[in-house]
């Protein structure tokens, strides 16, 4: 049974740093598609960034790009997401997903591209 497990949240001053997790069990990472996505109260599930299999090209959406990097760590078959920088409107609950496919990069912001999901973690960000 493919699982994933979100950690690593927490509360966080703003221009502070905190480093997800994204624990897989059943399935091998690097053979999946893997994606960050965030919700924040009131508003609509977003993509924040995708690391892709086969090429692992990653792609962040603009509002995170040069502050959050999706790493990957084969041997702990776990995904990170790397953030630096954070802003109040960072807050969000954040989920990881999993595709068995290799969504080309206008999909991979689409919900319905990954079959999987893992329980959310709350990031709270104060200003």
């Known amino acids: 049974e493919v699982q994933l497990q979100a950690s690593g949240g927490g509360l966080v001053q703003a221009g502070g740093s905190l480093k997800l997790s994204c624990a897989a069990s059943?399935?091998?990472?690097?053979?999946?598609?893997i994606g960050w996505f965030r919700q924040a109260p009131g508003k609509e599930r977003e993509g924040v960034s995708f690391?892709?299999?086969?090429?692992?090209?990653?792609v962040n959406v603009d509002s995170v790009k040069g502050r959050f990097t999706i790493s990957r760590d084969n041997a702990k078959n776990t995904v990170y997401l790397q953030m630096n920088s954070l802003k109040p409107e960072d807050t969000a609950v954040y989920f990881c997903?999993?595709?068995?496919?290799?969504?080309?990069?206008?999909?991979?912001?689409?919900?319905?591209?990954?079959?999987?999901w893992g329980q959310g973690t709350l990031v709270t960000v104060s200003s």
């Open positions: 997903a999993a595709a068995k496919g290799r969504p080309i990069t206008s999909s991979l912001w689409a919900l319905a591209s990954y079959e999987s």
């Open positions: 059943g399935f091998t990472v690097r053979d999946y598609t």
């Open positions: 690391l892709r299999k086969g090429d692992s090209r990653t």
